[in-house]
Every structure is written in C-alpha cells, then in structure tokens.
C-alpha cells in the first residue's frame, strides 16, 4: 500500500467483489469490529471477522461504499483515518442508502481497528422496518 488513506480505501472498495478472503486481507490478525449503532454487531479477531462476512456479503447485494470526506492523523504507532460515507445497496428487495461515519487505525498496511456508526433508523424506514 501507498498509504493508510490507500488502505482504508482499497478495503471499502473490497465489498463490492463477493470475496471475503479479500475483504478480511485487509486487516490484522486481532482486528477490533466496532459498531456503535445499535443494529451492528460487533467482533474482534481476523477469523472472526472473516466468517461473519459472507452473511454480510449475502443480505446486502450490489453493495459499495461511496467515501464523502476522509481525514488522516498520524500517530506514534499508527495512523488513524476517519471517513464519511454512504453506504448503498440492495437488502432483501428494496434499495437502501445509509450515510455513516468509520474511523480506521492502521499500521504496517493494516487496518487494526474499525469503528463504525451508521443510521440504523435511516435502515429500518428504508427497508419498511418502521413507520
């Protein structure tokens, strides 16, 4: 990789190929998955995260994540990037778009951490969840 932002952005762009191997390439062996919205879940661990992805894959289809900003900071062992994104796809039969924010950390190529928040209410409205 060139860089973290390149990182970050090359593992987002991972999503819209239907390979999880790919996907979890990105990140360490004791990746932190963080969901802060209350729909997400959670896990830590590159095979955890690995096996969980391909239900992901499946319930969302023709997915991507379009990034709106990104900001970088280095730190003294790592550097952390925050990204603003939408996150557009087809769940079950009805096409979602979800504005969300992640922060990164990565070192050596690697992401080691991902916090993600999302509009879960923006989800159930669009997925007809919720009057």
């Known amino acids: ?52 992805l391909p239900h992901f894959l499946a319930a969302f289809a023709d997915r991507r994540y379009s990034i709106v900003d990104v900001i970088e900071q280095r730190r003294d062992s790592c550097t952390e990037v925050a990204v603003r994104y939408r996150f557009e796809a087809k769940y079950e039969d009805k096409q979602i778009e979800i504005p969300g924010v992640m922060w990164f950390s990565v070192r050596d190529d690697l992401i080691t951490k991902r916090i993600d928040t999302w509009d879960s209410l923006t989800f159930l409205r669009q997925t007809d969840q919720y009057d």
């Open 1 to 52: 990789m060139s860089s973290p932002i390149a990182a970050v952005s090359e593992y987002l762009g991972a999503f819209t190929r239907n390979d999880p191997d790919a996907i979890a390439a990105y990140v360490s062996d004791g990746f932190r998955n963080e969901h802060l919205s209350e729909l997400g879940s959670s896990c830590v661990g590159r095979v955890e995260y690995r096996r969980r």
